[in-house]
């Protein structure tokens, strides 16, 4: 009973880790500006972070390692260093992006500019991560983010056309806008697969002393807990394609993706919407907190926990603070949180290899993972994945912002 426990929780830990500011705003951009033709990048994402998290909470079960200290263990401190900057980069804006989506859905409610939100929404995430145990922040927020099923319900209520859905499951060349529509497909990509997500799902499995035992709870979680995301995920593209891309529209702003379930489920969809984005915002905030501070903490030999006492793991405590705290700080000055969530995507997806790669050694290291290492299918998917991530990132985002 325990174990299907844990694959419940891991369904619902989803929605904070996997349908977030950063899946909202690009699969919203890409139904309203491509129809269904992108549902195959959320697909793809999916595919790799069920790998991925899978790969994570592996290697903490079978090694008792977090993949940041299994990273500075093998590789020494030049190569940890070097992700390490790239992740706490990448973090930190998608951290911003996050806090200024709970900005922006209190915005919706209230009229009340986001700008002077930004600091009490970074105060409640803090607030949450000094006062709460790992168990709360895991699972507590998480389960009221199942308001997020909203989605799903709008999309069947409108009855999309299964072939044209079923259609955008394989790849095929850009209609229109190439430029546009593989900087979409890279943000696409950048949400689902960011790195953040497998560093708290490791250092959770070590809160949770996970052990060998635990190996098949980790596959049923990743892969039924991802697949739910994905699934919310496609949900969003789906109804911006039904509502938003027959009338030509493509979101600018929050206040333009809120429509999504307003014509399908009426009033009541504006504020399901707003609730949707405050709660999703926040699990992600605080999985991103909590990931940032394990990935100083891991690799410098810091005391950690979520479950310790801010006192005996100050420096671990210092580091989500000053994280938060600078974060909020940038959306206060105005930066746009949808702009900044779409390129912050887009980053992501550039700088995967220098994630995935060596974490693939890891995961095919007999001294970490013993007889539990890598199928090549798994190699094969995580290394053409972020490849075709990256290399599209690469060509794209350039000309994305050459072209305004």
């Known amino acids: 009973m325990s174990k299907l426990l844990k694959i419940a929780l891991g369904i619902f830990t989803s929605i904070g880790g996997f349908l977030e500011v950063g899946a909202i ?16 990048a959320v697909v793809l994402g999916t595919i790799c972070v069920i790998f991925l998290v899978e790969m994570s909470g592996r290697l903490a079960a079978v090694s008792h390692h977090t993949i940041k200290d299994a990273l500075r263990e093998r590789f020494g401190p030049r190569i940890y260093m070097v992700t390490l900057v790239s992740d706490v980069l990448i973090n930190f804006l998608v951290l911003a992006a996050e806090i200024g989506g709970m900005s922006l859905a209190l915005q919706l409610v209230t009229g009340i500019s986001f700008r002077w939100w930004a600091i009490p929404t970074g105060f409640l995430t803090w607030l949450l991560l000094w006062k709460g145990s790992f168990g709360l922040i895991e699972n507590g927020v998480s389960l009221l983010g199942m308001v997020a099923i909203a989605f799903v319900v709008a999309a069947w209520k409108l009855d999309p056309p299964l072939p044209e859905v079923l259609a955008g499951v394989i790849p095929r060349l850009p209609p229109h806008q190439p430029v546009h529509y593989w900087f979409t497909a890279v943000s696409i990509l950048g949400a689902a697969i960011s790195p953040y997500l497998f560093y708290f799902y490791s250092a959770g ?13 980790n596959k049923a979680v990743a892969t039924v807990g991802m697949t739910f995301g994905g699934v919310l995920a496609t949900a969003v593209l789906v109804v911006a394609a039904l509502v938003l891309h027959p009338r030509g529209i493509e979101p600018q702003r929050y206040e333009q993706i809120a429509l999504l379930l307003a014509e399908p489920l009426g009033r009541a969809g504006f504020y399901l919407f707003a609730g949707t984005l405050l709660v999703s915002c926040l699990g992600a905030a605080l999985e991103l907190g909590l990931a940032t501070a394990y990935c100083f903490a891991n690799g ?84 053409a994945i972020s490849l075709l991530a990256s290399v599209l990132a690469l060509a794209a985002i350039p000309l994305q912002l050459m072209g305004g």
């Open 25 to 40: 705003a690009t699969t919203a951009q890409a139904g309203a500006a491509f129809g269904f033709s992108l549902i195959w």
């Open 205 to 217: 499995a070590i809160e949770d002393h996970w052990d060998e035992d635990h190996i098949g709870v």
């Open 300 to 383: 410098l030999g810091w005391n950690w926990g979520e479950n310790v006492r801010p006192r005996d793991a100050a420096r671990f405590t210092l580091s989500y603070t000053v994280m938060i705290a600078l974060a909020s700080i940038l959306m206060v000055a105005g930066i746009d949180p949808l702009q900044l969530t779409l390129f912050s995507m887009a980053l992501t997806s550039l700088t995967l290899p220098i994630v995935t790669f060596p974490f693939l050694v890891l995961m095919n290291d007999r001294d970490y993972v013993g007889e539990y290492g890598n199928h090549w299918i798994s190699n094969a998917a995580v290394i």
